[in-house]
């Protein structure tokens, strides 16, 4: 009767043994570049960190396997092709999917069930690109939730090549618990299949250190700091750049990082725009070069004067560098230029002869898109955009008066570029589902 | 500033203080009312006070939410009426954050002092260092704040770029101060920023040969590569190579020629081809 204590053991021993961890976040994609692609995710109890991938759904060739044990996941995939959709799992072995796996657009949260991502394009390709962008969506409320699910019905099956958010991802302090319900269980799907690329806002902040990169936000995201997805080394998270097909994003941190003129930033600043070769420059960071929402960039006190810094500072550099698109959140609300530049003064000094460079509504349906050359000369003009409304728009009365702005509007809401070669097209989608503002910007 | 914060602010004792403190309660009042989000954040602690008024924390964390926004007075209002509910067992947080105050507002001896206080007691607390490396610089004790922010940089994980720059500019050699960038090249990568101090201060130092070198290493990793083989060129006809130059020259004008054509014409590197075909031309 010696097996009788092993029996036992067995016994009791058996369900901590075979107890199946669960995944609490994620998987959610990062970083992604033609050739690689970040997986993280995180689980309830320590355990290794292996993605099985590969281009056939039904047998999942690859893996790749992070070293130790951890509950915080994160798996670099290398050598991938460009263009090319993958289908992956996560867990703590390599899983070989049944040969029933589910079809593609099944995709559940739970253990073990595959997903799938798209790499994007060598740099510099044309391809029809989706860019969905959210401003201070963090408020874990309907409103959030109804923004999301207008965006969703729009695309309707029309993939997200990627997704911005502008800062402000999870109220009131961008803590992990905030980040877990304002993020991680608001968008589950889209994490999954979509790269996320972030800038910091004051409410991550609050949680978080850019001069040190320490805290919740840097904890969350892999960013590129050395350049790896296209652009220049930044050497730190909390500004970076990245390329998707001809478009070259800017990552700028408003809130944190030395914003002086000779600072760190604007060196990168300026090397990363003389560096790029991308048709397009789509600039994003936090705090709006020009706002009269639920904050009012002609007040210096105002957001300890980062929104003057953006606009007095930043903006030359982009400008000069040739950038064509200004995202911005903060406000509450969303606000949209005429195609603009040079206007560096508070909102008295805007010239509209000096200062617009097209006027009209920038809409094809209109007065005709805005157009520019197809060249990287500076000073051609920008549409400056502060979307700054995917929670919440203001619930008091807002001046919404900036001479600058074509349009500006105290609705929630969220924001859509589609790219197709030398054509930018955007779109802003309140949370009632209604197409409320729209442009194009052509080269040619 | 919301009214229950009045009744803290108006507890002290002394007229002057009084007048003091309603003159800060004025401003913060100020501020406030530009900022919706800092009302929101700011009636989350006040009700906190409101239920707990002698609880030192909590003036630190208001303290905290105005120096977020680098309201000072406001700031420091707090964390003084937080030292004196303390009754003199200040908390290093406290101490800290008063020094932070003290260094942004340009007061580094009382800072200096604080931050003795907290390193005493944690040592390895970075983020005091660094605050400490600031208020000795300013007070041009530039070996102590070498040695801080030396050991700062061992203890912060992922520093940034400028953290690099902050411990160069302490150092007067400029071979030790571009051997102090380099390191911070290998650890956080080719940032602009430490490259181009590196290299102005080789090329003000007479580093010809490391500034060619390391202007080799930038081009070759340079997907757009004529400003740094021109930058290349004058360097080597400031120091009368002239053959040399006009090579650099000459591989800028390549590197512009083998760029696409809309690139190519745009006004920046129009002017530049032009530069460069003049700095090409043979001397009369």
């Given amino acids: 009767m010696k097996l009788r204590p092993l029996f036992l053991a067995l016994t009791l021993f058996a369900p901590a043994i075979f107890a199946a961890t669960t995944i609490v976040r994620g998987p959610y994609l990062q970083s992604a570049t033609p050739t690689s692609m970040v997986v993280r995710w995180r689980t309830d109890m320590t355990e290794a960190s292996v993605v099985s991938y590969g281009t056939d759904r039904a047998q999942l060739a690859m893996n790749s396997k992070a070293e130790g044990i951890t509950t915080e996941h994160v798996v670099l995939l290398s050598g991938l092709t460009p263009a090319t959709q993958y289908h992956y799992t996560v867990g703590s072995v390599a899983v070989v999917p049944s040969a029933t796996a589910k079809a593609a657009g099944e995709d559940a949260p739970g253990r073990a069930s595959t997903y799938s991502f798209t790499t994007p394009p060598v740099a510099g390709a044309v391809k029809p690109t989706r860019v969905w962008v959210l401003g201070d969506p963090g408020t874990k409320n309907k409103v959030q939730a109804d923004v999301r699910d207008v965006y969703y019905k729009f695309t309707g099956s029309r993939p997200t090549d990627l997704w911005l958010l502008l800062g402000d991802n999870a109220y009131p302090d961008g803590t992990d618990s905030d980040y877990q319900k304002a993020i991680f269980e608001m968008y589950p799907a889209t994490l999954r299949t979509s790269p996320v690329w972030s800038t910091l806002g004051n409410h991550d902040g609050k949680s978080a250190n850019s001069p040190t990169q320490s805290g919740v936000y840097y904890d969350i995201f892999t960013l590129p700091t050395q350049g790896q997805a296209g652009g220049v080394t930044s050497g730190t998270e909390a500004y970076y750049s990245f390329d998707y097909a001809n478009i070259h994003f800017i990552c700028l941190d408003s809130h944190d990082s030395n914003r002086a003129i000779d600072g760190a930033m604007m060196q990168w600043l300026k090397a990363d725009l003389e560096e790029t070769r991308r048709d397009w420059i789509v600039a994003f960071f936090h705090h709006p070069t020009y706002t009269k929402g639920t904050h009012d960039s002609d007040k210096d006190s105002d957001s300890a004067g980062r929104m003057n810094d953006m606009r007095a500072i930043f903006l030359p550099a982009l400008e000069q560098g040739g950038v064509d698109l200004v995202l911005t959140g903060h406000s509450h609300v969303y606000e949209r230029s005429f195609l603009i530049d040079g206007h560096y003064g508070k909102s008295d000094t805007f010239n509209a002869a000096a200062h617009v460079r097209q006027k009209g509504n920038g809409r094809p349906d209109g007065d005709g898109a805005y157009r520019k050359p197809r060249t990287r000369a500076p000073h051609i003009g920008e549409v400056s955009v502060v979307t700054g409304s995917a929670g919440h728009a203001s619930s008091k009365p807002v001046p919404l008066n900036h001479p600058i702005f074509f349009l500006s509007l105290n609705e929630a809401g969220s924001s859509v570029i589609d790219v197709n070669g030398l054509r930018l097209d955007f779109t802003f989608l309140n949370d009632k589902g209604e197409k409320r503002d729209w442009f194009s910007i052509v080269k040619e | ?284």
């Fill in chain 2, 1 to 284: 500033m919301p009214g229950d914060c009045l009744e803290q602010f108006t507890a002290y004792r002394f007229p002057l203080m009084r007048a003091l403190a309603l003159l800060l309660l004025l401003a913060a009042a100020a501020m406030v009312r530009a900022h919706p989000e800092v009302e929101a954040a700011l009636s989350r602690v006040n009700a906190l006070i409101a239920a707990l008024p002698e609880e030192p924390q909590f003036y630190l964390d208001r303290g905290d939410i105005y120096a977020q926004h680098q309201a000072w007075v406001p700031a420091e209002a707090n964390y003084l009426r937080a030292a004196e509910l303390s009754r003199g067992a200040s908390s290093l947080r406290l101490d800290r954050a008063r020094a932070a105050v003290e260094v942004a507002t340009g007061r580094p001896a009382d800072a200096r002092a604080k931050l003795d206080r907290v390193l005493k007691n944690n040592p390895r607390d970075a983020e005091a260092l660094l605050l400490r490396a600031r208020a000795l610089a300013a007070l041009n004790a530039n070996e102590p704040a070498l040695a801080d922010i030396n050991l700062a940089l061992t203890l912060v994980a992922t520093p940034t770029p400028e953290l690099y720059l902050e411990r160069a500019a302490l150092i007067a050699a400029p071979a030790d101060a571009i051997r102090s960038l380099d390191e911070g090249i290998a650890r956080v990568g080719p940032a602009p920023a430490l490259q181009l101090r590196a290299l102005a201060l080789e090329e003000s130092s007479g580093r010809i040969e490391a500034a060619l070198l390391r202007l080799d290493r930038i081009t070759g990793a340079s997907e757009r590569k004529e400003s740094w083989l021109k930058r290349r060129g004058d360097l080597l006809a400031r120091v009368g190579l002239k053959r040399e130059a006009r090579e650099a020259y000459v591989a800028a004008l390549a590197a512009i020629a083998a760029l696409p054509s809309w690139l190519r014409e745009s006004p920046d590197l129009a002017h530049l081809a032009t530069e460069l075909n003049r700095l090409n031309a043979p001397s009369p």
